[in-house]
């Protein structure tokens, strides 16, 4: 497993920050106007080919004691506010490899919301 935090902030520099009861990880995409949404990543809905959509493996957030945790399938839940365009998938643990894994993307266009 690689060993260097990603998105990690000092304490010292939110005092008023000492604990999250969420966390969250994922990606979006920007026009502007009524210009036809972005592909996100590649272009793929996810498929569990880590080969087609982006992805973000060995998942997991660090208790207050710096345990780290690959968050179990019934923590999670998603957010996905363009499903005609864009696809978001956690598979759970996938073992020593990768991990927890979330895959997401897709093909953007028209997106009808």
Not at 58 to 71: E, F, L
Request: glycine residues 14%; negative net charge; contains cysteine.
């Amino acid at each position: 497993m690689v060993d260097h935090p990603i998105g990690y902030f000092p304490a010292r520099l939110f005092t008023n920050l000492d604990k999250a009861d969420q966390v969250g990880w994922g990606g979006s995409t920007v026009t502007s106007g009524n210009a036809a949404a972005p592909p996100m990543g590649s272009g793929h809905f996810p498929d569990g080919d880590y080969t087609h959509a982006c992805y973000f493996k060995y998942v997991s957030y660090q208790t207050a004691s710096r345990k780290d945790i690959g968050p179990g399938i019934d923590l999670t839940g998603t957010l996905n506010t363009a499903p005609k365009c864009y696809n978001v998938e956690y598979y759970d643990d996938q073992g020593d490899h990768v991990g927890y894994v979330l895959q997401f993307g897709g093909p953007g266009r028209d997106c009808d919301n």
